[in-house]
DNA sequence: AAGTTAATGTTGCAATTGCAACAAATTAAA
DNA sequence: TTTAATTTGTTGCAATTGCAACATTAACTT
């Protein structure tokens, strides 16, 4: 997997850093860090930590946008985060390297073989959280809460290569990511597990049906 | 709007194409390309024309993933194009430049401008796309059929600065891009023009309420 | 260990939706 | 211009879902 400092060195990164006037910040457990972000246009790198992106609208529907772990990047243009509707907190403490985008851009040290490795990990990076986005974005086109949850447990199950799965993410955040209510998820979950589709003990999900026969669809 | 060829003269973008060994490829409308870009990992950009990616779940759900026209870029990686559910399908006559991912991450003619501000629009071109499918989670999320068609247009009104949206595609495909029944999204319409929140004069919607008093919830 | 808070499980019910089947209108083709 | 094909509009009905309200269990606090 590529990180923004993959085949970067130490002094070599130390240097980019300190050409892209890049700033670190440590925050607690459970802090809002979203004033950092919305003021500029910037990217930020996860050195240790965890955070999470989400959105309440009007309603309290609260969904979670992102979920990003130890060297993910996120950023005002990437994430879309200008509206104030959208919270970044941490949930644990979290070491984070802010850059502006603008500097990332505009770089003088264009012709430095450092540089150019971190634009080919940060587009690296990019494209594989396009590609997050949009397995998000198959979950969210099925149409009912089983396919949805369905389509969430083959995701990650193809990832791992394993028909068992540890959810990231407790059954209130997984319903926020499915966008779907929670009791409503529950009761599927429930019926799923009385139809011998799925095992559940706490957070770790067992799979009782072949991912590729396409039969657990009736 | 940053394209792919942004601030790079044409006598440079010959060049540039012939190191990354490029192919161009001109397709008839309505013409399947899936074939041309699943056996390679490549980024294809428009030249000109207007292509849609769509894919069909095995209970015949028909979902947009997108919609590009000129110098768009889509790709393997991008798009997650992979699995043989998805169809590339010109809509019209389409020419498309062809580039090996590899070529452009490992090509010789890195200290080249040229290609360093090709790599540069890369990275803005992808950002955006981000973007827009944040977009698409942001409708997605919304749980009722009304929600997401408001929702749709005011991300549509917004970015034009106007209440008068053109719709980009007809209803089938509006139903599919919002991940919903077509017939329910008709009926979901007739009641926000009923009740005075909108007016339809075929692909041309007029928003009647105001985007930003968020009165239109209710 | 007892008390407090948060997460999970459950259920009835009303609202919303998908589905199916068809009518009407529009667009394309012959 | 007539015919065919596609898109749009409509509606009843059953299935699914969100919502609310509450019970149970698990996880923290002190």
Redesign the interface.
């Known amino acids: 997997m590529t990180t923004i400092f993959s085949q970067i060195n130490d002094k070599e990164k130390q240097k980019l850093l300190k050409y892209l006037e890049s700033n670190t910040a440590k925050f607690n457990s459970n802090t809002s860090i979203s004033s950092f972000v919305k003021s500029n246009n910037v990217i930020g790198i996860i050195m240790d930590g965890y955070i999470q992106i989400a959105?309440t609208d009007?309603?309290g529907?609260r969904?979670i946008?992102e979920e990003l772990e130890e060297n993910e990047v996120f950023g005002t243009?990437?994430?879309?985060l200008k509206s104030n509707e959208y919270e970044i907190i941490t949930k644990e403490e979290t070491e984070i390297i802010f850059i502006d985008y603008d500097r990332i851009?505009h770089c003088e040290q264009?012709?430095k073989?450092y540089y150019?490795q971190f634009?080919?990990n940060?587009?690296?990076i990019?494209?594989?959280?396009?590609?997050e986005?949009?397995?998000?974005?198959?979950i969210?086109?099925?149409?009912t809460i089983r396919n949805k949850l369905l389509e969430y447990f083959n995701i990650v199950s193809k990832k791992k290569g394993s028909k068992y799965i540890y959810l990231p993410f407790n059954f209130i955040d997984l319903a926020d990511y499915l966008?779907?209510?929670r009791s409503a998820m529950s009761r599927e979950l429930k019926y799923l597990k009385e139809e011998g589709f799925i095992e559940i003990k706490g957070k770790k999900i067992t799979l009782l049906y072949d991912r590729d026969s396409?039969i657990y669809?009736y």
């Not at 986005?133 to 198959?138: A, C, F, G, M």
């Open positions: 959105k009007y309603k529907n969904v946008i243009m990437i994430s879309s851009i264009t012709n073989e150019q634009i080919r940060l587009l690296a990019i494209i594989s959280k396009i590609q986005k949009n397995e998000r974005i198959e969210l086109t099925q149409k966008a779907v209510d396409s669809i």
